[in-house]
């Protein structure tokens, strides 16, 4: 009708601009010939995908053994089954909404229902899972990628490394900083108390160095099984290249996930692997990609029966809680 104005929101028009982005990018990767269709319709669906498949269901279970190993360091009252049960509903979500929100949602909607007037513990416990996995792929990003410099004598992985060195470097400074008495001070000038209750529980963590060391033990198990992972999709499209090539790789490749562009990294991550891939002489980057998200795919949607299980004493949980939960004010009593 004339006249009539149709307001639209800004987070509409940011999801229309990022899926015009993936959009664009897909596109660049069909009309450049990088994407090759006659690849990706060889996949081979033997031991190959098998191995595939138990690669990324060690690299799901892993993270949520970590978490539980957190939440123990904090008293919170979270059995390892429950945890599991509560991931497994998380990357079910994970399909549906961005990112890893669904998870993150999903462990910070239970968690906090299980552990009443405890949310900003629960919340650190979420902080910490990130901020060690995080840690332990930069790390091994390095170190692969440093192994693979010295070994070789294509310098196309020079720049990333480094790069990666210098982010690990000021991660090391924002640490160090962190664990010291300034810390504190800086907390105590903050009058906002929700997120010096936050950042408290976070510092709880310094007096559990074994935990700690744990949880970074086990961030390094499972980036290794989402390698494996990665190699054994090079398997399916019968691609055979070398191991030590895809270790260097495919980290850098999984860093490039938290880069929030696109949906679901859509486009962005398929770009970089064929880039890096392409740049030491090995076809197949985006083709492995595509696979690697069909096995994820696969493997999120069969985590979904966990959800025909209420969590126990805690009960179903609406997608809209999920949405809530990711709001800066859910993190708040």
């Known amino acids: 009708m004339p006249g009539v104005q149709v307001k639209v929101s800004r987070k509409t028009w940011l999801g229309a601009l990022r899926g015009a982005v993936a959009a664009a990018l897909v596109a660049w990767l069909i009309l450049s010939g990088r994407l090759d269709f006659k690849t990706l319709a060889g996949v081979q669906l033997g031991w190959a995908f098998l191995g595939a498949?138990?690669?990324k269901l060690i690299g799901c279970l892993v993270p949520l053994i970590r978490w539980h190993y957190?939440?123990?360091?904090?008293?919170l009252e979270l059995r390892l089954q429950t945890a599991v049960?509560?991931?497994?509903?998380?990357?079910?979500?994970?399909?549906?909404?961005?990112?890893?929100?669904?998870?993150?949602?999903?462990?910070?909607?239970?968690?906090?229902?299980?552990?009443?007037?405890?949310?900003?513990a629960v919340l650190s416990t979420i902080l910490m899972d990130r901020l060690i996995g995080l840690v332990a792929l930069i790390l091994l990003a390095v170190v692969f990628g440093s192994a693979f410099l010295l070994h070789s004598s294509n310098m196309a992985m020079a720049e990333p490394v480094l790069?990666?060195?210098?982010?690990?470097?000021?991660?090391?400074?924002?640490?160090?900083?962190l664990a010291s008495r300034h810390a504190r001070q800086v907390l105590a000038a903050l009058s906002w108390k929700p997120f010096q209750r936050l950042m408290a529980a976070v510092a709880e963590y310094r007096?559990?160095?074994?935990?700690?060391?744990?949880?970074l033990l086990l961030s390094f198990?499972?980036?290794?099984?989402?390698?494996?992972?990665?190699?054994?999709?090079f398997l399916m499209l019968n691609l055979t290249p070398p191991l030590p090539t895809v270790c260097a790789i495919i980290p850098l490749v999984n860093l490039s996930r938290g880069i929030?562009?696109?949906?679901?990294?859509?486009?962005?991550?398929?770009?970089?692997?064929?880039t890096l891939f392409s740049a030491v002489g090995i076809d197949g980057g985006v083709e492995v990609s595509l696979v690697l998200r069909m096995v994820a795919l696969l493997v999120?949607?069969?985590?979904?029966?966990?959800?025909?299980?209420?969590?126990a004493r805690v009960g179903r949980t609406s997608l809209r809680d999920l949405r809530l939960s990711a709001r800066p004010e859910a993190t708040c009593d």
């Open 53 to 55: 498949v138990v690669s």
């Open 70 to 75: 957190l939440v123990r360091a904090q008293h």
């Open 85 to 120: 049960h509560i991931g497994l509903i998380g990357y079910f979500l994970a399909i549906i909404m961005p990112a890893m929100l669904g998870l993150d949602g999903a462990r910070l909607v239970y968690g906090a229902r299980r552990n009443v007037g405890r949310k900003e």
């Open 163 to 177: 790069y990666l060195a210098g982010v690990l470097a000021m991660g090391a400074a924002v640490a160090a900083f």
């Open 207 to 215: 007096r559990h160095e074994g935990v700690l060391a744990a949880a």
């Open 221 to 233: 198990l499972g980036h290794l099984s989402g390698i494996a992972c990665a190699y054994f999709a």
């Open 260 to 274: 929030p562009l696109t949906p679901m990294g859509l486009g962005v991550v398929d770009s970089v692997s064929e």
């Open 300 to 311: 999120f949607a069969g985590c979904g029966a966990a959800y025909l299980f209420p969590v």
